[in-house]
């Protein structure tokens, strides 16, 4: 596979065409940000373990029957994916209310939502993702009804087959992103799976192993990371006492 031309550059990956017109290559950098730049950091192997971790969700997923951009991966860095059109709408999925909708709503970290809730926020860095509703994602022709149906669909579905995964390796799945694209006719999962688009918490102690580490100043960011790995690709349970 020969690497293209840079096509584009996000807050925390590379993405390169290959000569493949079906395939971009996505490289994972070792920078991390929060309030939507403000705060800024390279965090030395994030890239490195992001790029394995989402590898791991992704072939975890197709295995499970969720249709993925993911092709494989190719280097220490870098995955080879299907070339997306991209459909800007983030939609977050909340089992436990943490962060903005505790903020939002008033309702304490922690609290274990009655009903798993959908939200859905335009992808734009300057509007600083605001939250948008179906109605809008119908007048601004973000998606169509059909296209939405299936992406809440698959959603909720790997909600489904995530929980119990994690669960298994001690992990509690608070919430995470997604997002969504066009490939040949089809709705595909896309952008990473990982701990800088997901609140994992240890289901024994509660403590953050996600990038709720680095927006809080917490340390220990890139341990956590590597802890997810270890507990993802060994099999086993956390290194910690007293699991059921
Ligand atoms: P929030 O509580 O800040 O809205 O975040 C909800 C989930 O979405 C959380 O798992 C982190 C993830 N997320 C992103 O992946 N990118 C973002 O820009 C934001 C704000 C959140
Ligand atoms: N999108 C946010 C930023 O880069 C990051 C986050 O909070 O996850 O500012």
């Known amino acids: 596979m020969v690497k293209g031309e840079f096509l584009y550059e996000g807050k925390a990956k590379k993405v390169f065409r290959t000569d493949d017109p079906d395939l971009l290559l996505i490289e994972f950098k070792d920078d991390a940000t929060a309030l939507d730049g403000v705060k800024k950091d390279r965090l030395p192997d994030k890239g490195i373990l992001n790029n394995h971790l989402s590898a791991i969700f992704f072939e975890m997923l197709e295995k499970?029957?969720?249709?993925?951009?993911?092709?494989?991966?190719?280097?220490?860095?870098?995955?080879?994916?299907?070339?997306?059109?991209?459909?800007?709408?983030?939609?977050?999925?909340?089992?436990?209310?943490?962060?903005?909708?505790?903020?939002?709503?008033?309702?304490?970290?922690?609290?274990?939502?009655?009903?798993?809730?959908?939200?859905?926020?335009?992808?734009?860095?300057?509007?600083?993702?605001?939250?948008?509703?179906?109605?809008?994602?119908?007048?601004?022709?973000?998606?169509?009804?059909?296209?939405?149906?299936?992406?809440?669909?698959?959603?909720?579905?790997?909600?489904?087959?995530?929980?119990?995964?994690?669960?298994?390796?001690?992990?509690?799945?608070v919430d995470f992103k997604l997002e969504f694209g066009r490939h040949k006719g089809k709705i595909l999962l896309g952008d990473e799976i990982s701990p800088d688009t997901c609140r994992f918490w240890d289901s024994n102690s509660g403590e953050k192993l996600d990038k709720d580490r680095f927006r809080r100043d917490l340390g220990g960011v890139v341990e956590a990371y590597r802890e997810v790995l270890r507990r993802l690709e060994g099999g086993e349970g956390p290194a910690v006492e007293g699991k059921s």
């Open 64 to 173: 499970n029957g969720i249709e993925t951009h993911f092709e494989k991966t190719i280097s220490e860095r870098g995955m080879l994916v299907n070339a997306l059109e991209i459909i800007p709408v983030e939609v977050i999925v909340r089992n436990i209310a943490a962060g903005s909708i505790s903020k939002r709503l008033a309702i304490p970290e922690g609290t274990t939502l009655k009903k798993t809730v959908l939200e859905f926020s335009l992808k734009n860095d300057e509007l600083h993702d605001p939250m948008i509703n179906h109605y809008h994602i119908y007048a601004l022709d973000l998606a169509s009804a059909e296209e939405m149906a299936e992406i809440e669909k698959v959603a909720l579905k790997v909600n489904d087959i995530m929980i119990p995964y994690l669960k298994d390796k001690g992990i509690t799945l």
